[in-house]
């Protein structure tokens, strides 16, 4: 079982920046590929950024978020620079032990509890 708990939401301004944190409970969690989802209020979940031996990103995001981690702190980080009001919703990360297929959400088996990022115009 992994634990993950997200952290660093909050409300910026446009242009702004925030970098939000994954961390997780598995002594093993560099096996692990994790993503970053998000979801609008009134719109489905969405793939925003993944990391396994590669990263992955949504196109919408592809140049202003970096995904990166730190095994050491069974943490992952995703900075988010050049915010947008669109960029507004809940952040989820989640882990699967697959390294393919990583924008899927069903392929992931756990999901934290979500962080919210407001982003003002």
């Known amino acids: 079982q992994v634990q993950l708990v997200e952290s660093g939401g909050g409300l910026v301004q446009a242009g702004g920046s925030l970098r939000l944190s994954c961390a997780a409970s598995?002594?093993?969690?560099?096996?692990?590929?994790v993503g970053w989802f998000r979801q609008a209020p009134g719109k489905e979940r969405e793939f925003v950024a993944a990391?396994?031996?590669?990263?992955y990103y949504a196109d919408s995001v592809k140049g202003r978020f970096t995904i990166s981690r730190d095994n050491a702190k069974n943490t992952v980080y995703l900075q988010m620079d050049s915010l947008k009001p669109e960029d507004t919703a809940a952040y989820y990360c989640?882990?699967?032990?697959?390294?393919?297929?990583?924008?899927?959400?069903?392929?992931?088996?756990?999901w934290g509890q979500g962080t919210q990022v407001t982003v003002s115009s």
């Open positions: 989640a882990a699967t032990l697959r390294p393919y297929g990583l924008t899927s959400i069903p392929l992931y088996d756990y």
């Open positions: 598995a002594r093993t969690f560099s096996s692990y590929s």
């Open positions: 990391i396994s031996r590669s990263t």
